[in-house]
Every structure is written in C-alpha cells, then in structure tokens.
Nanobody, 119 residues
Framework: QVQLVESGGGLVQAGGSLRLSCAASGRTFSSAAMGWFRQAPGKEREFVAA????????YYANSVKGRFTVSGDNAKNTVSLQMNSLQPEDTAVYYC????????????WGQGTQVTVSS
C-alpha cells in the first residue's frame, strides 16, 4: 500500500507564503510524476502544478504561474509546492498526487491539507 502524506497547510494573510510538502511511504514505489491539485468549497478539484521526472518537466495552472513553484526528488518520492503572493482565491484543500502508470493518470492521492488565505 502506498500512502501520500501532505504537510504544511495553514492560515495566512493575503500576500503571504506557505510551503506544502508531500512524501510517499509504504511499499516500494516508483512514480513518473508527482503534483498538486486543489479543491475549493463548492468547486471541482483542479490541477495546480506537477513535476514529471523524465525530462525534468514542470507544469503549472495559469492561475498560479509566477507565484507557485513545484519541486521534488524522484529518488525520495517527495514533492513540494512553494506558494508565494497568496490570494483569498487560493483558499482550498490541497492534494498531493502521484502517477505511477507513466500514462498521465494520477492513481495515488494524499488526504489533503487545508490552505486558508485571509483578506
């Protein structure tokens, strides 16, 4: 069983920063990519950022480009999300995800961590 565990969420004022971290544990695990999604109240879950190990590709939603930075360590199965210039619209539960299929399918998910940005 593979588990993804997030940490680093919390409450921050608009313009502030937070750093989320995610680590995989459990049975031997190899991922093609790891990333972050978020879900705000009353909205669908949406992609935020991801890092694909092959080719060192990084991907961002337009709404976070220039403010968020995703980084990770393939060997350690960890991924982090540095979030700067946070805005109230960034308030959501943030989920770590991993693609072990290599087919662009996010087949492992963390339990989520709450990020709240006050105005």
């Amino acid at each position: 069983q593979v588990q993804l565990v997030e940490s680093g969420g919390g409450l921050v004022q608009a313009g502030g920063s937070l750093r989320l971290s995610c680590a995989a544990s459990g049975r031997t695990f190899s991922s093609a990519a790891m990333g972050w999604f978020r879900q705000a109240p009353g909205k669908e879950r949406e992609f935020v950022a991801a890092k694909r190990w092959s080719g060192d590709g990084t991907y961002y939603a337009n709404s976070v480009k220039g403010r968020f930075t995703v980084s990770g360590d393939n060997a350690k199965n960890t991924v982090s999300l540095q979030m700067n210039s946070l805005q109230p619209e960034d308030t959501a539960v943030y989920y770590c995800a991993a693609d072990s299929t290599g087919l662009g399918r996010w087949n492992y998910w963390g339990q989520g961590t709450q990020v709240t940005v006050s105005s």
